[in-house]
């Protein structure tokens, strides 16, 4: 890009805290990041330009991006046509439509993965309800699986664990896939940054934990607590699936490590990602400063971790809808390398994610006690 | 306070550099600030509402305080009878405007220092010019001096050298002191943090090396190449004069370690200071979160250095005006442990505060080496 890099003008499509935290880190190098997304979205205060709209609206999208330079997401749901023909206008697009709309199908992403042979979880593709009920008749289905919409996942919606037939009223309706349930071990994770000049470097594993009653990420543990050769398997599958993609940008790639100590793709977002909030506080350079680096085609640097984190999310209590307050705040700040982010939604919900914290310590264990200990006294509450 | 924390209202008079990173840090917990400035303000992209005015009205700061909790600033020159008027309306005030009131006049506060017989440079007060030309015809006023204006110091404005006798036209008008010029070896800084219920706190002593002829920080080491016994000296000093003053909220002390090793207060600023910009990168908590937490009322932390640090400013190249144009930033963001802030500052102008750049390194000469060679490349022009 041969303009002046302060004129650059990046278009975000989605302003929730992903879109807060690149704005943020945006600001500090003047960077000028402008926002498409609903009103009062999280980082609607933070940007240069806030344009109210539907980023899965073809007219929206497409009005919002045709004067700017490059185009980006935090959010796979998004209007891809629009991205296709401002593409063909010139913008700059990060991830590539194409590779968004392979990502995006998560039918497409696993035959993607059984094409070259990247390990993942064996899996069916079907279209509808109904003949997942007749393979499961037929005994092609064995219980208990796992079944995913192809397009309508985000945030642990649009995944289904079926034990039994007793489930089959959860079961989802429309295009989904299915996958043998595999016995985990562990969740992993491994961020991939690539410019568009080639240059491709890669964050520690982190190691995921789930709370599964929420089916959403509660906390994440960096570096995982691993074997040499499991982390290298993980980092080597990482890169070399953003090669064969010819990835361009950020990429968050989800593992399982199964019982037996195999290593198997859970699935790939496109984009900056909960398994990299640690990076803020704990790493030489943040994923969302990597993330600017890639779509401005900035040099990349080698990112490493300064001392051990626990990065924990901090998610809307139970029994507590509206307005949001903080609890415990005051006790939680007198603890050393404790860092919190709130992502300034105004109302909570049970679940939602409200904001995060990272704990830094050159013993592990230590930051994982420490984070308990926190989540104990932070709540958000109405 | 016994608000809901993310209920509160923080003023603060001016959006310049210090108020837009205070924004940024504030963001982070979603903690609301509210920026009383000219528009087009650094800070008026990132803080919760912005409110176009000149913070040296008496009525434009009563007004834009008497809805706010909080009332902060990030330059001394505001209205200080506003600022009494809302504390009596039981707005709480950092700095106290009777604290900030003899701060911001120089001859108040090398009073003070007299007073409690803190080191300082000799002085004497004059009401105008021809006082001083008087005294100096009588012998009383030797060469080389210091003339500094009482009350209209800021960013190396308001500061004369003056030499000899053929230096008497650049003499400021007005209020001023005279002190003895120093025979200097180095100059030093602490920051120290207080908040209300009597916890106090301070930063590694830094050391500071000035650019003469623009009579501006040019950078500064952290920690400060000194003895231990000097270090103590700055630290014991800065304590004593806040605990003096019963400070609250955030002070930077500058020294000057004369060359037969005296420590002398230079003088002092009751706000976030360029003394502290590495503690944004360098620090387990920057200066802004720790104004944060004092005017806050939120328990202190013990700041420490994660590693040696340089931190440069970036300012207006010499020759060039207007519309501001970043060059060799490609080239220095390669480089690892280096953190750019750019303030947002639409124009440049020669020696204008436009950015500052943080160097972290074990070794304290790497890092001083590196940031002389990023000084060369980094160039703000128009």
Not at 70 to 98: C, F, M, R, S, W
Not at 277 to 296: G, K, P, W, Y
Request: aromatic share 8%; charged share 25%; hydrophobic share 40%.
């Amino acid at each position: 890009m041969t303009k002046e890099i302060l004129e650059i003008k990046i278009g975000v499509l989605g302003g929730g805290q992903l879109g807060k935290m690149l704005c943020l880190k945006a600001a500090e190098w003047d960077i000028k990041i402008h926002i498409l997304d609903k009103i009062n979205a999280p980082a609607s205060k933070y940007c240069h330009s806030f344009t109210e709209g539907d980023y899965t609206n073809f007219e929206d999208v497409f009005h919002f991006g045709k004067d700017k330079d490059i185009i980006t997401i935090e959010i796979e749901h998004v209007n891809v046509e629009a991205l296709k023909a401002l593409k063909k206008k010139g913008v700059q697009i990060y991830p590539d439509p194409e590779i968004l709309e392979m990502i995006k199908d998560k039918g497409l992403q696993k035959q993607f993965y059984a094409a070259y042979k990247i390990p993942t979880a064996p899996f069916k593709i079907y279209a509808t309800k109904a003949e997942i009920l007749l393979d499961i008749e037929k005994g092609e289905i064995k219980y208990p699986f796992i079944q995913k919409s192809r397009t309508d996942g985000y945030d642990g919606k649009g995944v289904q664990y079926i034990a039994s037939n007793l489930e089959h009223n959860t079961l989802l309706e429309g295009g989904s896939i299915v996958e043998k349930a595999i016995a985990i071990k562990k969740e992993l994770a491994v961020i991939i940054v690539a410019n568009q000049q080639g240059e491709i470097v890669s964050y520690p594993t982190v190691e995921m934990v789930f709370d599964h009653k929420a089916n959403l990420l509660d906390y994440l543990i960096a570096p995982a607590d691993i074997s040499e050769k499991i982390d290298n398997k993980c980092q080597r599958i990482a890169l070399k699936l953003a090669h064969l993609m010819q990835y361009r940008g950020i990429l968050a790639v989800e593992f399982f490590l199964t019982k037996d100590n195999t290593i198997l793709i859970n699935e790939i977002a496109p984009r900056t990602h909960n398994s990299g909030h640690h990076t803020i506080d704990a790493c030489n350079v943040s994923q969302f400063e990597m993330h600017l680096r890639s779509i401005l085609n900035l040099p990349l640097i080698i990112p490493k971790l300064r001392k051990s984190a626990v990065m924990m999310n901090l998610v809307g209590e139970n029994g507590y809808e509206g307005a949001a307050k903080l609890q415990g705040f005051e006790t939680a700040i007198a603890m050393e390398e404790f860092y919190m982010h709130l992502y300034g939604k105004e109302n909570t919900k049970p679940y939602r994610k409200m904001g995060h914290f990272t704990i830094l310590d050159k013993n592990p264990k230590k930051a994982l006690k420490k984070a308990f200990i926190i989540k104990e006294l932070l709540k958000i509450k109405s």
